[in-house]
């Protein structure tokens, strides 16, 4: 069980800044769908994710995140990540305990809160095509834009391998 705190948004800015990773934040009102975050991307430009956080049946975790609008097949989307059976969506104690987020702020920066490696974290192919993604700073009332290519080392650093992977329809 992680005892520990999850990071704040200023954690993650230092761990970004640790790494000479550029991100530029915008805070803006807390939106919990992609489709009340339409209204903010006029101001953001780049690649906006979705984020899924599911598991198999053998409790195996993993997050997936993708461009908005695509679509992810739960019914097949086990054959490329190689869980071990059809997954389902995990729960919200699940998501607080691994990456230290709430459903609606669910995010790839969250593999910082990771400590113990649980959850198999999985970049889209297509998401890969955009040179800024933004994503959430572990809390949804603001969007954190980086390099995709940094968004890959980040996650590196918090000590996970990232997958590109073509999860999308």
Same mark, same amino acid.
């Given at each position: 069980m992680n005892d520990m705190q999850? +990071?704040?948004d200023a954690e993650l800015f230092q761990f970004l800044d640790g790494l000479?990773?550029?991100?530029s934040t915008k805070n803006h009102d807390p939106v919990f769908t992609v489709a009340e975050s339409v209204a903010l991307r006029d101001e953001i430009p780049g690649?906006?994710? +979705?984020n899924l956080f599911v598991k198999d049946k053998k409790d195996n975790y993993f997050l997936l995140t993708v461009e908005e609008n695509a679509t992810v097949d739960l019914k097949t989307v086990h054959t490329v990540i190689g869980a071990a059976s059809k997954v389902s969506f995990?729960?919200?104690e699940k998501l607080m305990e691994y990456l230290g987020v709430i459903p609606g702020a669910v995010t790839a920066f969250g593999a910082i809160n990771d400590t113990a490696k649980a959850v198999k974290v999985?970049?889209?192919e297509d998401l890969m095509r955009y040179d800024v993604i933004n994503a959430h700073p572990l809390r949804n009332d603001a969007t954190t834009s980086v390099a995709s290519k940094d968004?890959?080392?980040f996650i590196?650093?918090?000590g996970h391998e990232p997958l590109v992977l073509k999860v999308t329809a």
């Open positions: 999850p +990071k704040t000479s990773i550029q991100h690649g906006h994710t +979705k995990g729960k919200p999985i970049i889209d968004l890959l080392r590196e650093a918090t």
